[in-house]
């Protein structure tokens, strides 16, 4: 499990320059400082992990629940709550600001978020199925998935078959990329390639668990 995380904010895409004068294709995460709210541990929570929050909200627009969750822990409400899995939360307290510089250029790290909606998709384009034949006798199902099951046993599709339905807008995880840069001063994190989300996305960044 990851050691060390932080919530960013997608801001697009744009290209840097190595120091061998190549392109390098980057996505810009704007990496407010973070403060813990929460640290739960295995003796307490069943599991460890620390709750941040960023930016600052109005105290009269918060929920009572949300109003006493920060006045417990003593932290300026912020605009959102996002709980972060680690495998260790000893060096983390309540209060506590993390900010970009945890991590470093040219550390490798996961990154987590929401990709985007692109609405209902036929099989080819949802799974990448080649599609039937073009010739041969094909009559109109070119872009058709095929058989779906069996006839009298078992009378019915399996649950989990490759049909068309609604693609994306679902968690995904991108593994193994390269931090090009960590700018606290500027909150800016520039991550080599593109990462799950649309514009203006919540992505959690943390230290890669598998390594390349």
Known sequence: ?????????????????????????????RVSPCRVVQ???????????IQVTQG???AGKLTMPEAGHF????????????ELR?????EFTVGQEISAEILEQGELV????????????????RHGFGGAPASHGAHRVHRKPGSVGQCATP???FKGKKLPGRMGNDKVTTLNLEVVK??????????KGSVPGARGATVIVRNAVKGA
């Open 1 to 29: 499990m990851a050691t060390k995380a932080i919530v960013g904010e997608k801001v697009g895409m744009t290209q840097v320059w190595d120091d061998e004068n190549r392109i390098v294709p980057v996505t810009v995460l």
């Open 39 to 49: 640290v739960k541990t295995p003796d307490t929570d069943g599991y460890s992990a």
């Open 56 to 58: 600052v909200k109005d």
């Open 71 to 82: 006045d417990k822990a003593g932290v300026e409400p912020g605009t959102r709550l996002v």
């Open 86 to 90: 680690l495998d260790d939360v000893s």
């Open 110 to 125: 996961d990154v987590t978020a929401v990709s985007r909606g692109k609405g209902f998709a036929g099989a080819m384009k």
């Open 155 to 157: 009378s019915r599709v």
């Open 182 to 191: 960590s700018d606290p001063e500027a909150q800016v994190l520039l991550i």
